[in-house]
C-alpha cells in the first residue's frame, strides 16, 4: 500500500492539520505496517503557480516545447505521478479565508490534467484517478461544519470526484481559536473521527 501524504498549512511548525494528517497516517501504518510512505510538504516545498508560461508550456505538444516549458511541465507531472502511484490519501486542510489554502490550489492544479487524470467521453467527464481512498483532515479556527460558510467540503469532494476519487472522508477539528478548551475539544473530537474514518 503507497499512503501519499499533503500537508497544506503554511505553517512548519505547530500546524493542527499537518499533526491529524501525521496522526491519520500513524493510525494507518499501524494496520499496515508495510504501507510506504510520501509526503509532499506544499509549505517547504511550493509548487508554482498556474500562470500564462505554464499554460502556454502545458498546451505546446511536448516536442515542440521550450527547455524551461519542458521543466515547468515536468513539476507538474511529479506530482501526477505522486497521486497516480497512491492507494491511499491523507490531505492536511486549514481554512484560511473560507477557502483551501493557495497552495493546495496549487497543487490541485497541477494534477487535473485532461487526458490523464480525467477525459470527457460522449457520456461527459470520467477522473482517472480510481480505486483510491482519501482522508481529509480539516482544521478551523470557527465552526463552519454543514453550513453553507464551509465552501471546503463541496469544493473538495467535486473535484477529487471530478478526478475519480469518490471515496472521501473528512475529519474535523474546528473551534481552534474559541479558546484553550475548545482547542482541546476539536482535538480530541478529531482523534475520534479519526478512529471511525480508519476502522470504516
Ligand atoms: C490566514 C488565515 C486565514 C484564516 N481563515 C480562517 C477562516 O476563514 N475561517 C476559520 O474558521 N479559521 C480561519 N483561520 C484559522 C485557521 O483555520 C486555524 O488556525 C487552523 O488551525 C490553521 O491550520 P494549521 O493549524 O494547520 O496551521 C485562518 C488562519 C489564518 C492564518
Known amino acids: 500500500m503507497n499512503i501519499l501524504q499533503i500537508n497544506s498549512s503554511a505553517r512548519r511548525e505547530g500546524s493542527h492539520s499537518t499533526g491529524l494528517a501525521d496522526r491519520l497516517v500513524r493510525r494507518l501504518r499501524d494496520t499496515e ?37 519542458s521543466a515547468r511541465v ?7 505521478a505522486e497521486i497516480a502511484a497512491a492507494d491511499v490519501v491523507v490531505l492536511g486542510v486549514p481554512m484560511y479565508n473560507f477557502g483551501v489554502p493557495a497552495q493546495l ?22 477522473g482517472l484517478l480510481k480505486g483510491k481512498k482519501v482522508y ?15 465552501s471546503q467540503v463541496p ?27 475548545a482547542e482541546r475539544a476539536a482535538l480530541e473530537s478529531a482523534y475520534g473521527e479519526i478512529e471511525e474514518a480508519v476502522a470504516a
Open 33 to 69: 505496517p508495510s504501507a510506504a510512505l510520501t509526503v509532499r510538504d506544499l509549505t517547504t516545498t511550493p509548487h508554482p503557480h498556474l500562470d500564462e508560461a505554464t499554460l502556454g508550456a502545458l498546451f505546446t505538444p511536448a516536442d515542440k516545447r521550450s527547455p524551461e516549458q
Open 74 to 80: 515536468a513539476l507538474d507531472d511529479a506530482l501526477i
Open 105 to 126: 490550489k496549487h497543487w490541485i492544479d497541477a494534477i487535473s490534467r485532461a487526458g490523464v487524470t480525467f477525459r470527457y467521453t460522449e457520456k461527459g467527464p470520467e
Open 136 to 150: 481529509v483532515a480539516l482544521t478551523r479556527g470557527g465552526r463552519y461544519r454543514n453550513t453553507p460558510a464551509d
Open 155 to 181: 469544493y473538495l469532494s467535486t473535484v477529487l470526484g471530478f478526478l475519480g476519487m469518490t471515496d472521501v472522508r473528512f475529519v474535523y477539528a474546528e473551534g481552534l481559536a474559541m479558546g484553550a478548551d
